[in-house]
Nanobody, 122 residues
Framework: VQLQASGGGSVQRGESLRLSCTAS????????TGWFRQAPGKGREGVAS????????FYTEFVKGRFTISRDNDKNTVFLQMNSLKPEDTAVYYC????????????????WGQGTQVTVSS
């Protein structure tokens, strides 16, 4: 049972990245999946989440209109499309599933993948 996050990199302000979160050993669509990030010296914060029931999506205020979370059940993968990136988006991004609490609360998730670094320069 494992989550694999990938797709991070170094980009310039205004560019885009797409992160992928792929599950192995279980079916990802059976639970909500969220993306979180942690910048140096800061706590982990919720970015976006997608429900398992009807695909409802949830976003934190600072990414609304720029980031889009989606899922491909055939690929057992959840994506985070990040557009109009800003230097303040620089962080390690994590995906998590097996929701037991609030959609954007890191404490609500039981299974985590390793992080992928996103660096946005100005």
């Amino acid at each position: 049972v494992q989550l694999q996050a990938s797709g991070g990199g170094s980009v310039q302000r205004g560019e885009s990245l797409r992160l992928s979160c792929t599950a192995s050993g279980f079916t990802l669509m059976h639970s909500a999946t969220g993306w979180f990030r942690q910048a140096p010296g800061k706590g982990r914060e919720g970015v976006a989440s997608i429900s398992s029931s009807d695909g409802s999506t949830f976003y934190t205020e600072f990414v609304k209109g720029r980031f889009t979370i989606s899922r491909d059940n055939d690929k057992n993968t959840v994506f985070l499309q990040m557009n109009s990136l800003k230097p303040e988006d620089t962080a390690v991004y994590y995906c998590a599933t097996d929701l037991r609490g609030d959609y954007l609360d890191p404490n609500g998730y039981a299974l985590w993948g390793q992080g992928t670094q996103v660096t946005v320069s100005s």
